[in-house]
């Protein structure tokens, strides 16, 4: 996985985040649903980190927050690959134009948004 430098890798992330929450690595995998195995190469970073759908149960179950979990996992939402597939031509577009904005412009444009949704209503 390719992390910003000095930044720390999925794995190293989680490994710290459930040795902080003395869950054992057994135990863990349980809760999540995969071998001990495999969650010990995750955390060696000897595998990719998995599906976004199991690293937002991880993110719950570690009391974190699931997007910021599944940006440091490198992979997609599932809601937000659903909605690219829903509008193919337009949500691109979208992300598209919105690079580069600061936060406070995210900020208005989300508002904005979120004023549309409401009056549409």
Partial sequence: MKKARGAKSFGAV????????RITLRKFAEMIGVSATYLSQVEQDH????????VTKIAELLGEDSDEWIRLADRVPD????????????MPE???????????????????IRKMKKRGK
């Fill in 14 to 21: 989680l490994r710290e985040k459930r040795t902080a929450k």
């Fill in 79 to 90: 809601d937000v690959d659903v909605m690219v597939r829903q509008h193919p031509k337009d």
């Fill in 47 to 54: 595998f990719a980190p998995p599906t976004a759908d199991r």
């Fill in 94 to 112: 979208l992300m598209r134009l919105a690079t580069g904005l600061s936060p406070k412009q995210f900020e208005i444009i989300k508002e904005q």
